[in-house]
């Protein structure tokens, strides 16, 4: 790797990566995995970068170097090395030196976390949303950064704005981050918080979900008297045409068949949720 050197480096000397975006580490999996360090030693070497004596600290840099103040270097990559490295005692660990910028101290994590499949959710969205506000970039800049398309990190992003209650349970692993979207059609944060403990208690499917979402953010004096029609029937067909459309479109999607003619709809909540699906349609058209 140009520019970078290799060796053994003390892990006093090592402060975590201060932009770390992964806020949740399994203590149960980091003391298996400081059993193999102490064991067979750390296989793959974790990524620094020094700390330049003549740089401005950031405000997370001189918090972590007052607990920490024989560190000469950053983490970049492996925290999960490091850590368990600490508790298996280890006085050093193996580790590539390389110059890194700001920006790409996040990225790195971000992606590495990412192509390990280590991030929850909110964790995901709150790195996404870290770089966009720390470096000006927009989504579609992001989406060539980090190799994710732009409707996936917008929908990821969506997670953002739900009540704080719901982001620790999307966070905690007790409701997935496609029930968590579902509940975002409800305007008022005290009715997401209660749908999803009905959620969670009731263990509803994310269509089920959708569905409630959808009459719960319906308000009286908004609905318009309609006659009554017979009740279509739809195919099998018709029903796992839906339900692949929705899988895709991450939305609920309905399928009417009629004697002559039907008609497919894909619902969406708002301006932003129609530009992710606008994007993914067009995509698709081309």
């Not at 050197?5 to 298996?32: H, K």
């Not at 992710?276 to 995509?283: K, T």
């Amino acid at each position: 790797m140009p520019g970078a050197t290799f060796g053994e480096i003390p892990v006093a000397q090592i402060i975590a990566n201060t932009r770390q975006p992964r806020q949740v580490f399994d203590e149960d999996e980091l003391n298996e995995l400081a059993a193999s360090i102490a064991e067979v030693g750390v296989l793959e070497p974790v990524v620094v970068r020094p700390i330049e004596a003549g740089d401005e600290p950031t405000e997370r840099l001189r918090r972590a170097l007052e607990e920490k103040p024989d560190a000469r270097y950053e983490l970049v990559m492996g925290e999960r090395r490091l850590r368990a490295s600490e508790l298996a005692g280890s006085a050093t660990i193996p580790a590539i030196v390389r110059r890194t910028a700001d920006e790409e101290l996040l990225r790195d994590a971000l992606l590495e976390n990412l192509h390990r499949s280590n991030l929850n959710p909110l964790e995901e969205a709150a790195a996404y949303q870290q770089l966009m506000e720390d470096f000006g970039a927009t989504q579609e800049e992001l989406s060539r950064k980090i190799a994710r398309s732009r409707p996936q990190i917008a929908n990821t992003l969506r997670l953002l704005r739900l009540p704080a209650s719901v982001q620790r349970k999307v966070a905690a692993g007790v409701l997935s981050a496609g029930h968590a979207r579902a509940l975002l059609a409800i305007d008022a944060p005290e009715e997401i918080e209660a749908m999803a403990d009905r959620v969670i208690a009731e263990g509803l499917s994310v269509r089920s979900t959708e569905e409630l979402a959808r009459l719960r953010s319906r308000r009286p004096g908004n609905q318009v008297p309609r006659r009554r029609r017979r009740a279509a029937t739809t195919s099998a067909l018709g029903e796992k045409l839906a339900a692949t459309l929705s899988d895709r479109y991450d939305t609920r999607v309905t399928v009417t068949e009629g004697a002559s003619k039907g008609r497919i709809v894909i619902e969406f909540a708002g301006g932003e949720d129609l530009a992710r699906l606008a994007e993914i349609l067009l995509d698709e058209d081309r």
